[in-house]
């Protein structure tokens, strides 16, 4: 048994230590929002908090994590008024929405590090895969964020 704490939780699981923390999410956990894109931690879409910092949940062992807080896009979207998930809405930015999941939490950790990103930092942090080549849209939404944590 592994104990993990997730979105505030502990919870224990039955995994062996080198399981990957996206399989413990979806296949043992049910927790179907973080989403498995390549496996190889280059799409993005299993993006996940690990402390605070955005990483890529197919590679990082579910070993690695005892002791350390794994926030998933559960945890944001819980808060129907959460400035990211409030300008994604806004904004219109999924398309097909794949990769959203993924997109949302590397935002939200850019904006817990940086209130007032330039289109630098978002570049420079957003390096999530979108199929749909929803950039601008992204970008505009992280924009927005931005303006509505600054508006308090």
């Known amino acids: 048994m592994i104990a ?19 399989w413990v ?17 280059l799409c993005g879409a299993c993006t996940v908090h690990i402390d605070g910092v955005a990483m890529r949940s197919c590679s990082i062992a579910a070993g690695q994590l005892v002791g350390r ?12 008024n959460h400035p990211v ?20 939490m590397a935002a939200t950790a850019l ?5 007032n ?7 420079r942090a957003m390096t999530n895969i979108c199929r749909c080549g929803t950039y601008a849209e992204i970008r505009n939404g992280i ?5 509505l944590m600054a508006k308090g």
Request: hydrophobic share 35%; proline share 5%; with cysteine.
């Open 4 to 22: 993990l704490r997730i979105n505030g939780k502990t919870v224990n699981v039955d995994v062996e230590p080198d399981t990957p923390l996206l």
């Open 25 to 41: 999410l979806r296949d043992t956990l049910g927790m179907t929002g973080t989403k498995f894109g390549c496996g190889a931690a």
């Open 69 to 80: 807080e794994v926030a998933t896009i559960e945890s944001v979207v819980e808060d129907k």
């Open 85 to 104: 998930v409030t300008a994604w809405i806004e904004e219109q930015v999924p398309q097909c929405g794949y990769c959203q999941a993924g997109q949302i």
């Open 111 to 115: 904006l817990k590090r940086n209130r």
């Open 117 to 123: 990103p330039s289109d630098v930092d978002i570049d």
């Open 143 to 147: 924009r927005k964020a931005a303006t």
